[in-house]
């Protein structure tokens, strides 16, 4: 996963201001969803090792499985605590009751949990972030 940003301010200590353009539009409904309530730009402060100067176009790179891995606290936690919660629920009453209640218990439980797993993980994810200059837009590239 990849976006464009311009560099907006550095620091002696190898922090730079980044500022990230609007999200792209979906051409299946141009729009009319979430996109449009979305700030027109966001800014972030990133750790570099590369020498760059304000108003540098730059490509922030997140490697694929950090973005699964994000995905896994939302998603995966949930199901599984329904899964799990609805599975322990029916084994101790035996009955569907037990098993909805065991559901709901388990779902609740994960979601006080989430809150802090999901702000460890952004942490851990803002460190695996890679910032490369972005190649020229006149730059001519070879296919392969």
């Known amino acids: 996963m990849t976006a464009e940003a311009t560099v907006t301010r550095t620091s002696l200590a190898g922090r730079v201001e980044l500022e990230f353009g609007p999200p792209a539009r979906c051409r299946g409904c141009e729009g009319a969803c979430l996109w449009r309530r979305m700030p027109a730009a966001q800014r972030l402060t990133l750790d570099t090792s590369l020498a760059l100067a304000v108003g540098t176009q730059v490509v922030v790179a997140l490697p694929d499985r950090y973005l699964l891995l994000g995905s896994l606290p939302v998603h995966g936690l949930p199901l599984a605590a329904l899964l799990a919660g609805a599975l322990g629920g029916a084994a101790v009453t035996g009955t569907d009751a037990g098993a909805a209640v065991g559901a709901v218990a388990a779902i609740a439980a994960a979601l006080l949990l989430v809150p802090r797993l999901r702000a460890r993980l952004e942490r851990n994810t803002l460190r695996r972030v ?8 006149d730059a001519h590239t070879h296919s392969l």
């Open 130 to 137: 890679e910032i490369h200059a972005a190649p020229r837009r």
